[in-house]
């Protein structure tokens, strides 16, 4: 295997997958629309290969954009998340429509940016998180020793000498029984030792005392004792600033600024040991990551493997240049062209370069087409895929073979309840030709129609549920027809119900 890169979040080759894995990965959860799958496939697979590239060539490919064109819910959404997930990219998805030009109100376009690169902070900051969630617990069992019984060295100082206090009221106050509990009277009796020389014999007393309420600690005995601890909590004055293009670039941020600058402030609480595990170990484990490497790593992520969806690109299709102080859509794709041409965006966490920014667009293109892009915006989307309605055939699939087909959800949700449903193929059927039937003559959702028709066919079901004597449920055509027929039939109501 070829190391790419020294930074570790570049993958190999190897490690990345291949089209024809990611096509198979995306078959787990979308039925059909091969075309689709197989376009955002090979987009993905050439930035691992764009990685592997020499320097002065890497920076000379482009990446691919695509558009996807398709009516309503047949799954272009769902095959950008997708992915997204399984290439653990940062990925965000915006509504084209909600940007407008500069000088309007509405997002700046920007803000895409500056959205995907938070998100990718959190991204790399969770991850490493869990890369030092254990020895940050580790850590944590340390301090909540200290505050349960302080070290004998710190003795001398008054700050301890009050912990000790507050730790021999707990004592009085029942939380920590001193008739009942030998180990508490030891401690006791460990605190009223004189406080001046730490003898060998005591160190190691206190040791094998620290030993015992570690074991207790982990027994989860002592859960419920209360412990005052400092919780650092920095003041963020309320200025906000309005600037001529809005709140939005605020962003780049004086709150943030202002707060890294202003002093801690601790404040002391007193919270049960449960709770105060929490509260240190989130404060170690963000004493434990680096967060200027973070940010650096999750800036090349975003610059690298970032994906952004473009949704309703169709909506800001057009050119006709409308006289008057409405937005007009040309305007709109002139402000978005720099992004995906590549340009410098000024995020909170520095400079991103959004030149290989993947950009996925998406849209049902019913009244305008790609074609009324302007001409820079039509090149920048080379790849055009057309996703295909979807049919009765179709339906059936999606219904019960995805992972997390509609079928096995309502199953699973039933079980909750200790009711166990069948549904049988012909029952499958028979939703599958309603579902077409009603697509037909009321209007074209796509597989969102088999959400309505499912919660509708599952209504009385998930009222019931609890009261149900019968436990074991089976859902067959006869029952499908009796629950949905009747709305079926009568198109004025299902355009309601349906
Ligand atoms: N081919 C498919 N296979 C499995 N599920 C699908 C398929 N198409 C759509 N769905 C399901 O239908 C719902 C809507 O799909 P999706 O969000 O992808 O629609 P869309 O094509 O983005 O529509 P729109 O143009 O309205 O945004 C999702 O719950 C999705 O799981
Ligand atoms: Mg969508």
Excluded: C, W
């Amino acid at each position: 295997m070829s190391t790419l890169n020294s930074s570790s979040n570049q993958k190999t080759l190897a490690d990345a997958l291949t089209p024809r894995q990611i096509v198979e990965e995306l078959d787990k959860y979308i039925i059909g629309q091969a075309e689709a799958k197989r376009s955002v496939a090979i987009a993905l697979r050439n930035r691992a290969r764009r990685q592997m590239l020499e320097d002065d060539m890497r920076d000379e490919v482009a990446p691919k954009n695509i558009i996807m064109i398709g009516t309503t819910g047949v799954g272009k959404t769902e095959i950008a998340r997708r992915l997204a997930r399984l290439v653990e990219a940062p990925f965000i998805k915006v509504e084209a429509s909600k940007y407008t030009e500069v000088g309007y109100v509405g997002r700046d376009v920007e803000s895409m940016i500056r959205d995907l690169a938070d998100l990718a902070v959190n991204m790399v900051k969770s991850e490493q998180a869990e890369i030092v969630k254990e020895k940050a617990l580790e850590l944590t069992e340390e301090r909540l020793l200290d505050f349960l019984i302080p070290p004998p060295r710190s003795k001398m100082s008054p700050d301890s000498a009050e912990k000790d206090a507050e730790l021999t009221d707990e004592g009085e106050e029942g939380q920590i029984s001193t008739e009942a509990d030998p180990l508490a009277l030891a401690m006791q009796q460990f605190d009223a030792a004189e406080r001046t020389e730490i003898s060998e014999q005591e160190q190691e007393r206190y040791l094998r005392t620290r030993e015992k309420f570690r074991q207790r600690l982990r027994d989860g005995k002592l859960e419920d004792k209360p412990i005052e601890i400092n919780v650092s909590n920095r003041t963020v004055p309320f200025v906000e600033i309005f600037s001529p293009s809005g709140i939005e670039e605020m962003d780049i941020n004086l709150k943030d600024m202002f707060g890294s600058m202003l002093p801690k402030q601790e404040k002391k609480r007193r919270v049960p040991i449960s709770e105060a595990r929490q509260i240190i170990a989130q404060e170690e484990a963000e004493k434990l990551i680096d967060m200027d490497n973070v940010i650096s790593d999750a800036v090349a992520r975003v610059e690298n493997s970032g994906i952004v969806f473009l949704d309703e690109i169709d909506k800001i299709a057009g050119r006709e240049s409308k006289a008057g102080p409405d937005v007009s859509r040309e305007g709109v794709q002139r402000d978005i062209l720099p992004i995906i041409e590549g340009s410098t965006v000024m995020t909170k966490h520095g400079m991103v370069r959004t030149d290989h920014i993947l950009f996925i667009a998406s849209g049902a293109f019913h009244v305008s087409k790609p074609s009324d892009l302007i001409p820079e915006l039509q090149g920048r989307f080379p790849i055009r895929v057309e996703l295909k309605s979807l049919n009765e055939a179709d339906f059936k699939r999606i219904l019960t073979e995805p992972k997390n087909a509609l079928g096995k959800q309502y199953i699973a949700m039933l079980k909750t309840e200790d009711i166990d449903v069948t549904i049988t193929g012909d029952a499958i059927d028979e939703i599958a030709a309603l579902a077409f039937q009603v697509n037909e003559s009321v209007e074209d959702i796509g597989a969102r129609r088999l959400h309505t028709i499912m919660e509708k066919l599952f209504d009385e079901l998930s009222f019931d549920a609890p009261d149900l004597a019968e436990k074991a449920i089976t859902v067959d055509a006869a029952y499908v027809t009796g629950q949905l027929s009747e709305i079926v039939k009568d198109e004025d109501i299902s355009k309601y119900i349906l």
